[in-house]
């Protein structure tokens, strides 16, 4: 995902990387924030790239909450052509603090039903919401800090311009 610091750090050279060498960008997936996505669909509208979508489900309730469309296709010989030339939209839902605290927790549970012997880490649990809670406000200053891409802009806003963001 464009805009997700899970895949790891970014650096403006990783932008000019991505906006430079991938016919593609990601811009609704099914776990990722309304923002982080907005995000990235206004970088590859102002790029004119093709979008994709995805659910990026880790847990089976969240399988198919996000996807690509072709319409037209009839097969996937003719949905990728359509992906080339930039014919497809993506449809489906952006991810969201219950979703994917419910999909941690179902993994954790299906983690022990699987192996009993998992059970004392299930205690855990409990700090599940706290951890995913966390984590979405780690990804939307992520966003914040580098949605200026989506403009067009060169580089990343310093911390007096994000301090007037927030004061605006």
Request: positive net charge.
């Amino acid at each position: 995902m464009f805009f997700s610091s899970l895949t790891g750090r970014r650096r403006a050279a990783d932008f000019d990387l991505f906006e430079r060498s991938f016919p593609a960008l990601e811009t609704l997936n099914g776990c990722m924030l309304k923002r982080a996505n907005d995000a990235a669909t206004a970088i590859a509208s102002r790029l004119g790239k093709s979008v994709i979508g995805g659910s990026d489900a880790h847990a089976i309730s969240t399988v198919g909450k996000a996807w690509t469309e072709a319409p037209g296709a009839r097969d996937r010989h003719e949905f990728f052509a359509r992906l080339r030339a930039g014919h497809v939209r993506t449809s489906g839902t952006s991810g969201n603090f219950f979703r994917l605290t419910r999909d941690v927790l179902s993994i954790g549970g299906n983690m022990v039903r699987e192996n009993p012997l998992t059970a004392p880490v299930a205690v855990l649990g409990v700090l599940v919401p706290v951890i995913t809670l966390v984590n979405y406000w780690l990804e939307a200053e992520f966003v914040r800090r580098w949605k200026h891409r989506a403009a067009g802009l060169e580089i990343p806003l310093t911390d007096a311009e994000i301090a007037e963001e927030i004061a605006a």
